[in-house]
């Protein structure tokens, strides 16, 4: 009896996934519950389970390939089965046609590896261009490989041969096209979404920072306790948001939703685009739980690990620069969430207190709210909320 390998539902959202490895070979025997192969979406990579007992008989689709969700992947059968393929030319990956061109035999194809220090978004690039990603030096954290040292080390290959395929010339110099990945797709696809249908607007607020920056100085003295800007920044808001529950609402279409939850969405930097992993019931943790847990999300999140739960659903979601020295701007918000908050950078200012001029620490955040859900003066409530909240950090302890 044959059995359909279907892809699965990833995601309320996820429509498709890139098929990035089979951990069976065909003619293989696979148990229920097994690893049986890799998708990676516009978020992370997933490692799909087999749901039946039995042989792999034949793969329908290769690595390298999109899916859609309920496509037939493979068929499975209760008896052993001979290949139609070899397993090595199946589990290859698919090779860009004029880089292959371009490169010749210098980069032989190869299966991708999940234990090689290097991003989903590099390895995904690696594979469309034939690039032996062993051999790249990566750039990244910890010597990691990226999408950028991929691009180069082609470049260099391209430049070496001397040749210029997939090069445009003009007045103003070269130029070359890059192929969006999954995640800069739905970048795309959800943010032009929402610039198109959402009447938003925007506030700023001052909020004076030193009684912050002392706390957090005494926290991260204690033995094992270290919390960030954005954590803290991340506490005050649950607990604005709690005084303020309009703003934790979803636009339904028809009807807002006012959530009981406070699932903060994190925005986090990756090779080639942002994911913004979510603190559950943030009111409901201290300061300290709500750092451990960006921490870890973090750390799945630039491994490429995260599972759509940890990144779906979210009903406020904060986008934070500061640290890359920005003043102050104005980000687009998550539909169907009605609301997000961007975060500048802590600066010193002079300031006049009475007859004499002083100076502070002091920060700019700013609300991007949906007009269809929240009014301007709901909006300065919550950002007069967050201010009180900073400006007197001991109400963050409690």
Known sequence: MQKNVVMPVLGPSIEEGLLISWHVAEGEFVKRGAPLFSVETDKSIVDCEATDDGYLSSILVPVGTNARVAQALAVLTDSPARATEDAASIASPRINAVAAEVLGPVFATMPVDQRLRSSPRARRVAQENGV??????????EGRVIQRDIANYVSAAVAARGCNKNVRTGGAGATRDVALSSMRK????????????IPSFVVTIKIVAD??????????????????????????CALALRACPQLNATFEGETTRLHDDIDIGVAIALDDGLVAPIVRRADTLSLIDIADTI???????????????????????????GMHGVESFSAIINPPQCAILAVGMIDRELYRD?????????????????????????????????????????????
């Open 132 to 141: 032996p990603i062993e051999e790249v030096r990566g750039t990244g954290p």
């Open 186 to 197: 739905a970048i795309a696809r959800r943010l032009t979404e929402s610039s198109q249908s």
């Open 211 to 236: 009684a912050m920056l002392s706390t957090r100085t005494q926290i991260n003295g204690l033995p094992d306790r270290k919390v960030s800007i954005n954590d803290i920044v991340v506490r005050a």
């Open 295 to 321: 921490g870890k999300l973090s750390a799945l999140a630039r491994a490429g690990t995260l599972q759509p739960v940890d990144y779906q659903g979210g009903t406020f979601t904060l986008s934070n620069l």
């Open 354 to 398: 009475g007859a004499s001029t002083r100076e502070r620490n002091a920060m700019r955040v700013t609300l991007t709210a949906d007009h269809r859900v929240i009014d301007g003066v709901l909006a300065a409530r919550f950002l007069n909320a967050l201010k009180s909240l900073i400006e007197n950090p001991a109400r963050l302890l409690i």
